[in-house]
Nanobody, 128 residues
Framework: EVQLQASGGGLVQTGGSLRLSCAASGFTFDDYVIGWFRQAPGKEREGVSCIKTSDGRSYYADSVKGRFTISSDNAKNTVTLQMNGLKPEDTAVYYC?????????????????????WGQGTQVTVSS
C-alpha cells in the first residue's frame, strides 16, 4: 500500500521556522520525485518545492527561494522541508506528493497531474 505521511506543521510567528517531514512507503523511493505543495483557503494548490530523490537535485517556487530547503534521506524514504523566515502568506495546508521520475520534467515541476500519490496534508499557520 502506497503511503505518504506528512507531519511537522503547526503555529509559528512571523520570521519563525518549521520543519515538515514526508515519510514514504509502498513504492520505490528512488524512482520518484517528491514534491511539496500548499493550499491556502480560497486558493488553488500550488507547488512549493520538489526533489529528485535519485540525484538530490532540488527546485523551488520563487516565493520560497532562499527561505525553504528541501532534502531527502533515501535510507529512510523521507523528505524534509525546512522552512525559515516564515511569513503570514505561507499559511496553508502543506501536502507532499510523489511523481514518477519518468514522467516528471524540470520545465513542468509542479504539474499536479504528474504526481500519482498524495499525502494527507499538514497545517502551517504563521501569525503576524
Amino acid at each position: 500500500e502506497v503511503q505518504l505521511q506528512a507531519s511537522g506543521g503547526g503555529l509559528v510567528q512571523t520570521g519563525g521556522s518549521l520543519r515538515l517531514s514526508c515519510a514514504a512507503s509502498g513504492f520505490t523511493f528512488d524512482d520518484y520525485v517528491i514534491g511539496w505543495f500548499r493550499q491556502a483557503p480560497g486558493k488553488e494548490r500550488e507547488g512549493v518545492s520538489c526533489i529528485k530523490t535519485s540525484d538530490g537535485r532540488s527546485y523551488y517556487a520563487d516565493s520560497v527561494k532562499g527561505r525553504f530547503t528541501i532534502s531527502s534521506d533515501n535510507a529512510k524514504n523521507t523528505v524534509t522541508l525546512q522552512m525559515n523566515g516564515l511569513k503570514p502568506e505561507d499559511t496553508a495546508v502543506y501536502y507532499c506528493a510523489a511523481a514518477p521520475v519518468t514522467r516528471w520534467r524540470v520545465r513542468r515541476q509542479f504539474i499536479r497531474g504528474d504526481y500519482d500519490y498524495w499525502g494527507q496534508g499538514t497545517q502551517v499557520t504563521v501569525s503576524s
